[in-house]
């Protein structure tokens, strides 16, 4: 497994993968390859030694079937948070159908996928909705396949508890949504090292891997952690199901991407934990690290991202 093809490198889960695959495979083991429509964004992969950007586009078939050519597998990150129906139906949905088609003509056999803990074909949301479809679509296409699915990703440049640690910065009281519903957060160096043995474990892997942290939390105490840790804790003021409805549908309608939609709100309606019947991150050899043993290294004042609070907030950039 050292010729890999990785979709969605560039991002937050992509970009530590890269990191502990050439770690683990050294500078010369590995050709690491990740597409992308814009390949200037994402300069940090490409200093790390056998990691090749490559632009393209993968709504082409033609492209995507040329891509897989000669690899060993291919590891699926490709996802979005918001959208219509229609959107996550195109990334989570007929993309996988697409790529396993690619897959069968490339002669390609190992793939690892990530989905979403509480995936599932009669779920309330779009997104869990079509994330347990593309799952579908990859098992009937007979791969190779082990499906990894997370709880919500925390780390360095995470787009979780870093927005609650912007938003408490600014605001006095936090009104939120969805104030009970319950996550097991897991580090995102964790989730790329299951990837990174799923692909080179010697022995058997789980068709299926719930990645979750040692520890379940409401929302609420999630949010206060972050407020907590950063210097900003706020009173947080948990909405009424008919409130917090209203505010994620307002908060959908803001131009650029949502703090919230009505679809993510669904999505908390299952909690976001681990089944307790699907072997977890020790089947893989992690034991996974605690949520309090990371967030405060990169969200307390003067460490990670919030060491430029002072100078955000002198430009007005939170």
């Given amino acids: 497994m050292k010729n890999l093809l990785i979709l969605g490198g560039t991002g937050f889960v992509g970009s530590?993968?890269?990191?502990?695959?050439?770690?683990?495979?050294?500078?010369?083991?590995?050709?690491?390859?990740v597409p992308s429509r814009r390949a200037e964004?994402?300069?940090?992969?490409?200093?790390?030694?056998?990691?090749?950007?490559?632009?393209?586009?993968?709504?082409?078939?033609?492209?995507?079937?040329?891509?897989?050519?000669?690899?060993?597998?291919?590891?699926?990150?490709?996802a979005i948070l918001h959208g219509s129906a229609a959107e996550f139906e195109r990334v989570h949905?007929?993309?996988?159908?697409?790529?396993?088609?690619?897959?069968?003509?490339?002669?390609?056999?190992?793939?690892?996928?990530?989905?979403?803990?509480?995936?599932?074909?009669?779920?309330?949301?779009?997104y869990l909705r079509s994330k347990a479809a593309g799952e579908a679509a990859l098992r009937a296409a007979g791969l190779d396949l082990t499906v990894l699915r997370p709880s919500v990703i925390f780390g360095s440049g995470d787009r979780f508890l870093n927005l609650f640690v912007q938003l408490q910065a600014v605001f006095p009281l936090m009104p939120l949504a969805g104030a009970d519903a319950k996550f097991q957060p897991v580090w995102v160096e964790d989730v790329a090292a299951a990837i990174v043995r799923s692909l080179v474990s010697p022995s058997p892997v789980p068709e299926v891997v719930e990645c979750v942290g040692p520890h379940v939390y409401t929302l609420a105490e999630l949010v206060r952690l972050a407020g907590r840790w950063s210097g900003h804790e706020r009173p947080v003021l948990p909405l009424s199901d008919a409130l917090g409805r209203a505010q994620a549908a307002l908060m959908g309608l803001a131009p650029g991407v949502p703090l919230m939609s009505a679809d993510n709100l669904a999505s908390m309606r299952v909690p976001s934990i681990a089944s307790g019947t699907l072997p977890g991150l020790q089947a893989l050899g992690i034991t996974p690290a605690a949520l309090e043993a990371i967030g405060p290294s990169y969200l307390s004042p003067g460490r990670g991202p919030a060491r430029l609070d002072g100078l955000r907030a002198l430009a007005r950039r939170y």
């Fill in 16 to 33: 530590a993968l890269c990191e502990k695959l050439v770690e683990h495979f050294g500078a010369a083991g590995a050709r690491l390859t």
């Fill in 41 to 78: 964004r994402a300069k940090r992969l490409a200093m790390l030694p056998t990691v090749e950007l490559v632009e393209t586009d993968l709504g082409d078939d033609g492209r995507l079937t040329r891509l897989l050519f000669g690899r060993d597998a291919v590891i699926n990150l490709v």
């Fill in 93 to 126: 949905v007929t993309l996988p159908q697409r790529l396993a088609r690619a897959c069968r003509v490339a002669g390609v056999r190992r793939m690892v996928h990530v989905s979403a803990l509480g995936a599932a074909a009669d779920a309330p949301s779009n």
